[in-house]
Nanobody, 125 residues
Framework: VQLQASGGGLVQAGGSLRLSCAASGRALSMDAMGWFRQAPGKEREFVSAIRWPMGSRTYYADSVKGRFTMSGDNAKKMVTLQMNSLKPEDTAVYYC??????????????????WGQGTLVTVSS
């Protein structure tokens, strides 16, 4: 399975971006997909996750709650991350990730075994 993330770019503070992540190859059923980000000089951190089937329940880091919305289509193996009201501190490389089975530790990057290549989001002040 390969994950391909896209949609990053440069945006002014207060603006919006939409990231997408698509799985290809021998994409078996995946119960969990997530978005993580890594800013320069910082560790990778959790952004959001989606749980299938469970009605596509979503989870967010406190830092993005109310501004970011994750959605997806399990049948198509695609997820998106709509990012609104962006702040300079949202600047990072954003990665999508997937795992076969759901885990209560969905916010931990080590629980995911498949990763996309990352897409850069830069928010200017």
């Amino acid at each position: 399975v390969q994950l391909q993330a896209s949609g990053g770019g440069l945006v002014q503070a207060g603006g919006s971006l939409r990231l997408s992540c698509a799985a290809s190859g021998r994409a078996l059923s995946m119960d969990a997909m997530g978005w993580f980000r890594q800013a320069p000089g910082k560790e990778r951190e959790f952004v959001s996750a989606i749980r299938w089937p469970m009605g596509s329940r979503t989870y967010y880091a406190d830092s993005v709650k109310g501004r970011f919305t994750m959605s997806g289509d399990n049948a198509k193996k695609m997820v998106t991350l709509q990012m609104n009201s962006l702040k300079p501190e949202d600047t990072a490389v954003y990665y999508c990730a997937a795992r076969r089975y759901w885990t209560v530790a969905y916010y931990t990057d080590k629980m995911y075994d498949t990763w996309g290549q990352g897409t850069l989001v830069t928010v200017s002040s």
